[in-house]
């Protein structure tokens, strides 16, 4: 599929909150992810998105969308050490099955 | 629940060989979806499989096949290997059955092509 937009890197104080932005390409894509990635893992999904919606809050984390923009934002609270990790946004390429385009991630670097 | 299981966890191969790979979807999952994903990059949907028969497939050369068989388990099978397909391969797991819309990954074979 087309290129899922994603910056690459983001460094944030433990106790902060982090913000990572996403634009992606498909108009009509149904579903929005966001995954986890440690190193040598595979992927955890964390939350996700249905297209009609603008927010979706789960306990430490906030996923906003701006349909219109094609944005999608996902909002860490309370950012901690354990969130050290590889994020990555993808879009749902159809209705039916689960086939999914993600962006290249974004590597999330907590400090202390 | 075990979750998505793959095998082998690591592999070694020569160039212009074949590999398969093994994925165990979760329980109660009917649909398997395939996904390479390169060092430094996010993964790339290979194809997908629902009632043992390929339903969807992304801009993958032939070489590159599956299987699924009664018991919702996949194999994904690349033939003539290239340096290129050096890579982390990912299994995903979904439930079309039931429309649910999440899918959930294996730990991933790292195939190393030398």
């Known amino acids: 599929g087309e290129d899922v937009e994603q910056s690459l890197f983001l460094s944030v104080r433990e106790g902060d909150s982090s913000v990572i932005n996403c634009t992606y390409t498909?108009?009509?894509?149904?579903?929005l992810y966001w995954y986890k990635q440690e190193p040598g893992a595979g992927l955890q999904l964390l939350t996700y998105?249905?297209?009609?919606?603008d927010m979706k809050q789960d306990q430490r984390l906030t996923v906003l969308l701006n349909k219109k923009d094609k944005h999608l934002s996902l909002r860490i609270a309370d950012t901690q050490t354990g969130d050290s990790a590889i994020y990555f946004c993808?879009?749902?390429?159809?209705?039916?099955?689960?086939?999914?385009?993600f962006g290249k991630g974004t590597s999330l670097l907590v400090t202390p | 629940d075990a979750g998505v299981t793959q095998s082998p966890t690591h592999l070694i191969k020569t160039r212009g060989q074949q590999v398969t790979l093994r994925c165990s979807p979760k329980?109660?999952?009917?649909?398997v979806s395939w996904y390479q994903q390169a060092l430094g990059q996010g993964p790339q949907f290979i194809f997908q499989?629902?009632?043992?028969?390929?339903?969807q497939r992304g801009n993958f050369p032939d070489r590159f096949s599956g299987h699924q068989f009664p018991n919702y388990s996949s194999e994904l099978n690349v033939n003539a290997l290239l340096l290129g397909d050096s890579a982390l391969y990912l299994c995903?797991?979904?439930?079309?059955?039931?429309?649910?819309?999440?899918?959930?990954f294996g730990q991933g074979t790292r195939l190393t092509v030398v």
């Open positions: 995903a797991s979904s439930s079309r059955d039931r429309g649910d819309t999440e899918a959930f």
């Open positions: 498909d108009s009509s894509s149904t579903y």
């Open positions: 998105i249905f297209s009609n919606m």
């Open positions: 993808a879009e749902s390429m159809s209705d039916s099955g689960y086939a999914l385009n």
């Open positions: 329980s109660g999952h009917d649909t």
């Open positions: 499989y629902y009632e043992e028969e390929e339903r």
